[in-house]
């Protein structure tokens, strides 16, 4: 009797998981087929707009450019991201700690942010020079702020309980941040990350889109990210391939979107906001 | 009763121990000394002239009404908070907090262990120490579980196992019951009464419940305010000598007894 309970439980479950699964797939098969039906109805131009079999067929003739595209805009993104997260935990960290760096910092943190990508690029280059260097910082400096922001009020939401046991306990400032706080602040702080990778692929794209052509010149071997694939592509009226790129991103950041998501999930199995205890 | 409102009685009076029937533990040296010590937030004191002596042996419950001032004074009695009249002479005490302060992420054994790490003991070593605190609480089964999946009375006991490895004698409970069922309650009642007043510990237990008060303690202290209150001024809360306890602690509710004393320490709360 137990074990048909578990077995109809363990079902609902992998129901659902295969709903969370075909419900995007669906949706994306529709909008494809109403695109395709479209392209081919209007007999549209693919240089105009491209028919989602032409960005497919794109995708398998152009599949070893793409790929080095791929690999290089992935490790841009995630040497980056790492970067971006020791750094914005490290501010986070930090503007928890003390209100006074809070004060003078955070106008300065809000306000850089508004700096637009497009224009901090080619200065980046000619700061830096070429190469990975730039591209890297371009990336780290989109992705550390939704990290340092995740971080700090994930640290400032610990339970005010906790606090006068660690305060009753004597803990110095490092001690908290070691033995309760980072892990407590955790799960908020992969919530930035989620937010982060968006941006960072996002920076990837401009960090490839200005400097790599003089990069590719300069390093023969260096083909570019996906970025520079599409940059290229819309002049050469490749824009299926332009296109084929695009769906990569794509798929880059809703890969590292997700699997942020799923490590949320292990740190914290309960519904509750893991630092408030109700 | 209005008379001895306005005078104070003396703090002998306060913490003579009252006589029981029961065989007399000792009582180990002082723990806590408060004499005349007032607090309060923004310049304005929720307490004052709280005289108080907690030895070694002994529990002592303080209950009050919501808001009259209790966790104001256990934060005083823990150093928390500093007196703005008076002194506080106090060995460091162990807090455990009204809710139970724990870490829901972490395990009930990470959770006990904190104040070991926190005082440097390596972690291997502490969660030893930590498992063998749990299972003297009964819940060695459960020491590798986090503490989001634990119930309630088995939160408690964590929070109790972590604040009895601070290795602390003075023990401050604030409420600790408040969040459980009466089942778990009176479960927990053994095991508090098992381990407040033994090895050396002395404790003060608030609570708002009277039969946890009378059942607990050795002394009981009401908080309230001195003088009846004056519309639209406030007036901070003292303590005032609640109902002598007599008897064995686990009979102190039974029969006529319990009722005799619940009326005591309503009348002396409603005064």
């Given amino acids: 009797m137990a074990s048909t309970h578990v077995s109809s439980a363990a079902s609902i479950t992998g129901r659902r998981r295969t709903r969370s699964v075909l419900a995007p797939l669906a949706l994306l098969l529709v909008l494809g087929a109403a695109w395709e039906a479209f392209a081919r109805l209007r007999d549209i131009d693919p240089i105009i707009l491209p028919a989602p079999s032409d960005v497919a067929s794109s995708m398998w003739t152009d599949r070893s450019l793409l790929l080095e595209g791929l690999g290089r805009t992935t490790s841009i993104v995630l040497g980056g991201i790492l970067i971006a997260a020791i750094l914005g935990i490290a501010l986070g960290a930090a503007l928890h700690r003390s209100p006074t760096a809070r004060r003078a910092v955070e106008p300065l943190l809000v306000g850089s942010q508004a700096v637009p990508i497009p224009v901090l690029a080619p200065l980046l280059v000619i700061w830096l020079g070429f190469g990975l260097t730039p591209q890297l910082v371009l990336v780290v400096i989109v992705a550390f702020f939704p990290v340092a922001v995740a971080t700090r009020d994930a640290l400032a939401g610990l339970s005010p309980e906790t606090d006068l046991v660690l305060r009753n306990l004597g803990a110095t400032g490092s001690q908290r941040l070691r033995l309760v706080e980072l892990r407590g602040a955790l799960p908020g702080i992969v919530t930035g990350l989620r937010l982060a990778v968006v941006f960072a692929v996002i920076g990837a794209v401009f960090a490839d889109s200005t400097g790599s052509s003089a990069t590719t010149a300069a390093d023969p071997t260096s083909s570019g990210g996906l970025g520079r694939i599409v940059q290229d592509a819309i002049p050469q009226l490749a824009t299926d391939r332009a296109f084929a790129a695009i769906a990569l991103l794509a798929a880059l950041a809703l890969l590292l979107f997700w699997s942020l998501g799923a490590a949320e999930r292990r740190l914290d199995p309960s519904p509750h906001s893991p630092l408030r205890t109700p | ?271």
């Fill in chain 2, 1 to 271: 009763m209005s008379v001895r409102d306005d005078i104070p009685p003396p703090p002998a009076a306060k913490n003579a121990r009252p006589s029981t029937d029961g065989p007399a533990r000792d009582l180990g040296p002082t723990l806590l000394r408060a004499t005349g010590a007032a607090a309060g937030f923004g310049g304005r004191d929720v307490i004052a002239g709280i005289d108080l002596e907690v030895r070694a042996g002994e529990t002592v419950a303080i209950v009050g009404r919501s808001g009259c001032g209790k966790t104001t004074l256990l934060h005083l009695l823990a150093g928390l908070t500093l007196p703005s009249a008076g002194s506080i002479d106090a060995e460091p005490a162990a807090l455990m907090p009204q809710r139970d302060g724990l870490m829901p992420w972490a395990t009930a054994r990470d959770n006990a262990a904190l104040p070991l790490r926190v005082a440097g003991i390596p972690r291997r070593e502490a969660h030893r120490l930590a498992d063998g605190q749990l299972a003297a609480l009964g819940l060695g089964h459960a020491a590798g579980r986090r503490v989001a999946a634990l119930s309630g009375g088995m939160r408690q006991r964590v929070a109790l196992a972590r604040t009895l490895l601070t290795g602390r004698k003075l023990l401050l409970l604030d409420e600790p019951l408040a969040a459980v069922d009466a089942l778990t309650r009176s479960e927990l009642h053994e095991l508090l009464l098992r381990h407040l007043a033994t090895g050396g510990h002395g404790a003060v237990l608030v609570t708002h419940d009277l039969d946890e008060a009378v059942r607990l303690a050795d002394r009981v202290l009401v908080l309230r305010p001195t003088r009846e209150l004056p519309a639209n001024q406030h007036v901070p809360s003292t303590l005032h000598p609640g109902p002598t306890l007599t008897g064995k602690v686990g009979d102190r509710l039974e029969h006529r007894g319990g009722d005799v004393l619940r009326l005591a320490l309503l009348t002396e709360l409603a005064a």
